[in-house]
């Protein structure tokens, strides 16, 4: 008995269905299944009104935190908080203006934290800014440069005194795989010679886990842990100046491959929530993590003298007196 012609193709389709389904959750990475709540706790997330930073705040807010939305946009980050309130039945999420690409906001911000709250358990330094065309911050600086290290920088370190108060405590910086593109320029790190968009990005992130590796040095013995990562290649905002991004025709036709490869926010979310969450990383920090795994950092990353030098320039340059002595 012969089968009718449409069951072979039917099966055929399902096959590569099924395929293409077993391909993407392969490409969305590792998960975060740790089952960790933190009722009485206080996390800070920067960029927390959408993409990863909106996913990572939902659900340490599912977890029983207090989470604090760190953001620019307030009209955006109050929406997030709206919807974060009515999926978690958490009303412990608190809104609060941040300009990363002002230094005047950033200490306004701190100032805030550092009168209003008991203490800071997590501080997650989240938002980002890529490949954009030239633009300076408020304090003349080159923005990705600006935005996504020395912001996050000086927050810190403002912040480092209620941090070790708390202690235990963690501190997460979210930095990228294209850090192993990356070059600290000392000799024109704020592009004023020449600008490329997608080296001072890859610059910045770098930044971001010199930053990571120097910090963890100078709170050794604090019970303060710093560790970074990087979340994937995501479907976020943080794409919008990409050239495919502004090309509709490109968009839509590789719409099914960006599919495909890409993260969603949530997915995205996974390695910055098991930094943040798991008992695995207690006393663990200086590293660098992808897909909810230890993973190793370019060669540039490991370079001890350039994350000195590069600290005492972002001392220097956004005017904090760092108490963070290589002798505590």
């Not at 024109?188 to 010199?210: E, F, I, M, R, T």
């Not at 979340?231 to 090309?247: C, N, Q, Y």
């Amino acid at each position: 008995m012969s089968l009718p012609s449409y069951v072979v193709p039917l099966s055929l389709a399902g096959t590569v269905a099924g395929s293409i389904v077993l391909l993407k959750d392969y490409m969305s990475g590792g998960r975060f299944n740790g089952k960790e709540r933190i009722p009485g706790k206080t996390v800070i997330i920067t960029g927390a009104n959408t993409g990863i930073g909106k996913e990572t705040a939902k659900e340490l807010a599912r977890r029983g935190g207090r989470v604090i939305l760190a953001c620019r946009d307030l009209e955006k980050a109050e929406q997030a908080r709206a919807e974060i309130v009515l999926e978690t039945a958490n009303r412990s999420v608190v809104v609060k203006k941040l300009d990363l690409a002002s230094m005047g906001s950033i200490r306004a911000f701190a100032k805030d934290i550092i009168a209003n709250e008991p203490h800071i358990d997590i501080l997650i330094n989240n938002a980002g800014i890529m490949r954009c065309p030239k633009m300076l911050t408020e304090d003349g600086f080159e923005m990705q440069l600006g935005v996504n290290h020395l912001g996050h920088f000086l927050l810190t370190m403002l912040l480092l005194n209620k941090l070790k108060s708390s202690a235990p405590s963690r501190i997460i910086n979210v930095s990228s795989l294209a850090h192993t593109r990356g070059a600290i320029n000392f000799d024109d790190l704020n592009s004023a010679k020449s600008y490329d968009p997608g080296q001072a990005y890859a610059q910045s992130k770098l930044a971001n886990v010199l930053f990571t590796r120097e910090l963890a040095k100078r709170l050794e013995n604090t019970n303060v842990t710093v560790n970074a990562l990087h979340p994937g290649v995501v479907k976020t905002e943080l794409g919008r100046h990409l050239p495919i991004a502004k090309s509709y025709i490109s968009s839509f036709l590789l719409k099914p491959i960006m599919w495909l490869l890409l993260k969603t926010p949530s997915q995205g979310a996974q390695t910055t929530l098991y930094c943040a969450l798991t008992a695995e990383l207690d006393g663990v920090t200086g590293k660098y993590f992808s897909d909810c795994r230890e993973k190793d950092v370019a060669p540039a990353a490991k370079d001890d003298k350039a994350a000195k030098r590069l600290w005492a320039i972002s001392e220097h340059w956004t005017h904090v007196v760092s108490e963070t002595s290589e002798n505590m």
